[in-house]
Antibody, heavy 121, light 107 residues
């Protein structure tokens, strides 16, 4: 069955970087895309960007341009989200989300379990 | 960047009632690429509707989506106790922005 398993919780000081992983199984990783969504405490969902795994093409939300990198390792079917220059506003639950190769949401929808990122000195 | 505005912010209804949630876009959404998600605390978002009106796998038929262009609606025909949650719309025709959410609470 399709699974997206994310890495564990992270605690980072302000100004640091964090890299969250999302290991996929049960489907052809290279024939899909992966998007990343976060939710800060008490706030709504926020789309950060996505990658088309086969081509490596990425698209980032304007808000995160220059501070985020989404990448993949097809040999391990793993997607990564790296966020740099962390501030307290980046404290949130981060989710990976399978999308189609064109970045489109499809009827069989899969999400990771979430990774909690805490930003604290 | 397309901005999505959801209304109302909170909907207070009784089990069995009909819920109507609105999502309005700042510009027309390509191919009606509009999804609706249900979000509960401690859980990942759950896709309900994609392509404005297509039910995702496993979505009960009391959930329906409609609309096109810039105005979209999620309707829950009869609220089940498990339906009380926060609902988000997302457009994925141009990047992937979310609305701010509508909380459906028990009256």
């Amino acid at each position: 069955q399709v699974q997206l398993v994310q890495s564990g919780a992270e605690v980072k000081p302000p100004g640091a970087s964090v890299k969250v992983s999302c290991k996929a199984s049960g489907y052809a990783f290279s024939y899909h895309g992966v998007s990343w969504v976060r939710q800060a405490p008490g706030q709504g969902l926020e789309w950060m960007g996505w990658i088309s795994v086969g081509s490596g093409n990425t698209n980032y939300a304007q808000k995160f341009q220059g501070r985020v990198t989404i990448s993949t390792d097809t040999s391990t079917s793993t997607a990564y989200l790296e966020l740099r220059s962390l501030t307290s506003d980046d404290a949130a639950m981060y989710y990976c989300h399978r999308v189609t190769i064109f970045g489109v949401v499809s009827d069989f929808d899969y999400w990771g379990q979430g990774t909690l990122v805490t930003v604290s000195s | 960047e397309i901005v999505l505005t959801q209304s109302p912010g909170t909907l207070s209804l009784s089990p069995g009632a009909r819920a109507t949630l609105s999502c309005r876009a700042s510009q027309s959404i390509t191919n009606n690429y509009l999804a609706w998600y249900q979000k509960k605390p401690g859980q990942a978002p759950r896709l309900l509707i994609f392509g404005a009106s297509g039910r995702a796998n496993g979505t009960p038929d009391r959930f329906s989506g409609s609309g096109s262009g810039t105005d979209f609606t999620l309707t829950i025909s009869r609220l089940d106790p498990e339906d009380f949650a926060v609902y988000y719309c997302q457009q994925y025709g141009s990047s992937g922005t979310f609305g701010q959410g509508t909380k459906v609470e028990i009256k």
